[in-house]
Structures are given as C-alpha cells and as structure tokens.
C-alpha cells in the first residue's frame, strides 16, 4: 500500500470525506458543508492509499493561517483501523511543515488524541477560550 498527500481539493469525493468524519466519531459534520470548509481552508491534507488501481481515502485534515504567525489545525482524522500505524503523525508534520508560524493551535478533548498531539509536540494552553452558536453547526435543512 502506498500512500499519497494531496494539498488541494480538485477530485475530492466528499461522500468519502463525510464517511471518514463518521467513522471516527466526529460527529457534526455533513453535507456539502463539510465541502466548502476544506475548500475555504488555507492548507488542507488528505491522505490516501493507493494500490492495485485502487485509492481510498485514509486520513486527512485542514488548517486556517494568516501564514505569519498564527495558524490552527481542524478535523485531523485516520480510518480507524489504520491508526497506529504512523499515518496520522507523517501527515501532521507534513502539515506543520508548511506552516511557517509560531503558534499552531488545535482542539481536542479526547484524552488519547490529547497523547497522540502531546507526541508531536503540542501542549496544553490555558488561556484558550471559545464561543459555541449550536445554531449555527448544520446548514439549515439541518444538513450539512
């Protein structure tokens, strides 16, 4: 199996996409909204395997940057039963790779995620605050 990183969204198969996002449980995403947040994104990473004529979607993520100083890094994803594996930590690295700023920021709150980030080097930051419009998380057919 090889696998290859595509940095742009051309051929993209968003049902694939939305599959993924369900297989590892991160819920609130679906639609064609999940379409134009990659597509809006500054970098974006997806990561398939290839083989046999065959390619399948196996990870991917996105990030938004000002490209100077400050980026943050959304919806980082693995197939299940390929994590483990090295996948997810070579695409992150290719990912911050290319971001040429200070501070990447992320949000997990799953504990074993919070290990796999630690691993790469990101680190608690206390004075992080957010704002939730629930409303706002599905288009409004409640789709995405």
């Not at 704002?131 to 057919?141: A, P, Q």
Request: charged share 25%; net charge negative.
């Amino acid at each position: 199996m090889d696998l290859i990183n595509q940095y742009h969204c051309d051929g993209i198969e968003w049902a694939e996409v939305e599959a993924l996002f369900r297989a590892t449980g991160l819920d609130g995403r679906a639609g064609d909204k999940i379409r134009r947040s990659f597509e809006n994104s500054s970098l974006v990473c997806f990561v398939f395997a290839q083989g046999d004529g065959d390619r399948r979607l196996v990870g991917m993520c996105r990030a938004i940057t000002d490209w100077e100083y400050h980026a943050v890094i959304y919806d980082v994803a693995v197939q299940p039963e390929l994590q483990s594996q090295g996948i997810g930590s070579a695409m992150l690295r290719e990912v911050l790779a290319k971001l040429p700023v200070w501070r990447v920021m992320l949000v997990s709150d799953d504990e074993d995620a919070q290990r796999f980030y630690r691993r790469l080097g990101f680190a608690a930051y206390a004075n992080v605050m957010a704002r939730f419009d629930w409303d706002r998380l599905y288009d409004e057919n409640g789709q995405g």
